[in-house]
């Protein structure tokens, strides 16, 4: 089945820690985006990738990382610069139709 | 900038009722616009999209959305509700990065929908 996958499912930071989400893509797709959703925000994109080794900034970046070395992963690391990192978090892609395809979420809690 | 509104936090609905789901949206040009709904804790499924051509769309689970140009609405519609449909629903307009081929997503901030049974 193609599709995105993301992992884990719920994470837990203590505070001071950085922390990776994984998303996984098998759907070919060269861009790649990830949004953090609070209740009652709606989605804010915290990073996006159009191709390989290379990513720009979102709206909210401040406190966080990406890479794309491969095509079909784009991981992010919410550091320890990241104040209020409690949220939602979701990855979509992209490819040729311009449509965004999302993945199941990580909820981070921290504690 | 673009921006996108759904006036309706929060909408309750009885099974077998007709619901409409607003929104309006910001932009200079012709955008492409989405609709999308989240079940609690899950990720974003695509319900329809508006790329050009007709204004009227047709998407999964016997959703509809208009696009009104004069209005910058693009309402989502559904004739009989199921109580499966109960969720929150999110619009988004996608306007092109700039000289690039991928698309830059604005959301509302979602309408959650309640259904009576």
């Known amino acids: 089945d193609g599709g995105i996958t993301q992992s884990p499912k719920y994470l837990f930071r203590k505070e001071g820690q950085n922390v990776t989400l994984s998303c996984e893509q098998n759907l070919n797709h060269d861009a790649m985006y990830w949004y953090r959703q609070d209740p009652g925000q709606g989605l804010r994109l915290i990073y996006y990738?159009?191709?390989?080794?290379?990513?720009q900034k979102g709206d909210i970046a401040e406190g966080y990382s990406v890479s794309r070395e491969k095509k079909e992963s784009f991981p992010l690391t919410v550091t320890s610069a990241q104040k209020n990192p409690t949220a939602f978090y979701l990855c979509?892609?992209?490819?040729?139709?311009?449509?965004?395809?999302f993945g199941p979420g990580t909820r981070l809690t921290v504690l | 900038a673009q921006s996108v509104t759904q006036p309706d936090i929060h909408i309750t609905v009885s099974e077998g009722a007709s619901l409409e789901l607003r929104c309006n949206y910001s932009y200079g040009a012709t955008p492409y616009l989405f609709w999308y709904v989240q079940s609690p804790g899950q990720g974003l499924q695509l319900l329809l999209k508006y790329f050009s051509g007709d204004t009227l769309v047709q998407g999964i689970k016997g959703f509809e959305a208009e696009f009104k140009r004069s209005q910058s609405s693009f309402n989502l519609r559904k004739p009989s509700v199921h109580w499966s449909d109960a969720a929150e629903y999110f619009c988004?307009?996608?306007?092109?990065?700039?000289?690039?081929?991928?698309?830059?997503?604005?959301f509302g901030k979602g309408t959650k929908l309640s259904v009576i049974p």
């Open positions: 979509a892609s992209s490819g040729e139709t311009d449509t965004q395809y």
């Open positions: 990738s159009q191709i390989v080794n290379d990513f």
């Open positions: 988004a307009v996608a306007v092109p990065y700039s000289g690039a081929g991928s698309y830059q997503l604005t």
